[in-house]
């Protein structure tokens, strides 16, 4: 219970900051103030403060107070700062930045798994696939098939410090997904190039497994400037992901 209350507080401050209720480089309110307002112990307050700290919202010191710091501080690859911010509103600068942050990691990941991906590794992302096609055919979850096989590509590339960045780009990937889903027959356009990429990984050729992701993740962008020119509303990462619902096969996708 007190896990839940503290992960509860950590969300409205923070939602709060990154929504500019609390300019930057002006002082939340005090302990006393902030229990009273929410109701909690100040040892709860104290607790999210050094939570908000952590993810690099705020700062704290002897005659600083508690102060908002500017964004380029926070911690962009924390999934809840990235829930804030897509509750907040995403700009176009922020998916821009998601989207060139994409294609400095993952045709580099995707290469070096091409050169270095195992059987198991293969069969692991060949699972994440068909996850996504069967989605596709008869509905349910793209979006968790989706992030299981760019995660299953990080993971096959063999390098510890790209593989460790599959939880920080989780959260900034599911956004790049749940975005393009939303897009009619999104996911069925985008499910052949998926399908070029896992081939090129399995036949172990780096060059051809390294255009196939340039050529998906641009795809991705198009998806993307086509939502935001709709003026659609943008998905959020509040709850689950909306299952697709199914269709029939077609040739296309056998």
């Keep these: 219970m007190i896990k839940n209350v503290h992960a509860s507080i950590v969300d409205l401050l923070g939602a709060a900051i990154v929504a500019g209720r609390y300019p930057v480089a002006t002082s939340i309110p005090p302990e006393p103030m902030l229990g009273e307002e929410f109701g909690v112990s100040r040892t709860v307050i ?6 908000l700290v952590a993810k690099g919202l705020i700062i704290t010191g002897p005659k600083l107070g508690t102060r908002v710091l500017p964004e380029e501080n926070w911690n962009g690859f ?10 907040a509103g995403l700009s176009r600068t922020y998916l821009r930045d998601l989207q060139e942050l994409r294609r400095a990691v993952e045709p580099v990941a995707v290469r070096l798994a091409a050169e ?3 059987a198991r590794d293969v069969a692991e992302i060949e699972t994440a696939y068909a996850g996504m096609k069967l989605a596709i055919e008869e509905g349910g979850d793209y979006v968790a098939s989706d992030m299981r096989f760019h995660q299953g590509l990080l993971r096959a590339c063999h390098n510890r410090l790209l593989v460790h ?4 780009l989780g959260a900034l990937l ?51 400037e086509a939502v935001l020119a709709s003026r659609r509303k943008l998905p959020t990462l509040s709850g689950a992901p909306l299952p697709l619902k199914g269709r029939k096969r077609s040739a296309r996708d056998a």
């Design 165 to 168: 960045m599959n939880k920080a």
């Design 174 to 224: 599911r956004i790049s997904f749940e975005i393009s889903t939303s897009r009619p027959d999104g996911p069925a356009s985008s499910l052949p190039l998926h399908r070029a990429v896992l081939d090129a990984v399995a036949a172990h050729q780096p060059k051809k497994a390294e255009r196939a992701i340039l050529t998906l993740i641009d795809s991705a962008h198009d998806d993307i």
């Design 46 to 51: 104290r607790e999210a403060v050094k939570s």
């Design 78 to 87: 924390d999934p809840d700062v990235v829930a804030w911010q897509m509750q």
């Design 116 to 118: 270095r991906a195992t």
